[in-house]
């Protein structure tokens, strides 16, 4: 099972994600958003399996930091789209990917039956 996790490093939530898969020995690739962004259909892929306004993080500072014309955009999917190439800093993280299945956040009892 080959396992994704995006996000940056920086993230505190993205460390938890991060120890807790190696603590317990679940190999992962991890992705930095601010060095590989992620693209228009790698955002549609998500999409099609979770919510907009779930990936979309509305409570972090780079949400906080959108002009109010920027964040009227993220209500449609087209702008939320393009907000989410522009600035990955708003996707809620971390993006935890498994095949065909993803995770949003972390939370380790949702990890631990995840991997069951």
Known sequence: ?????????????????????????????????????????????????????QLINRKGTTWRSLSEEQQLLAQTQDGAIALMVSKPSVIKRPVLQSGDEMMLGFDEVKYANFFK
């Open 1 to 53: 099972m080959s396992i994704k996790i995006f996000g940056i490093p920086n993230c505190n939530t993205v460390k938890k994600a991060r120890d807790w898969l190696t603590s317990n020995d679940i190999s992962y690739e991890f992705i930095d958003f601010k060095k590989q962004i992620p693209t228009e259909p790698q955002v549609l892929g998500w999409l099609a399996k979770v919510e907009l306004d």
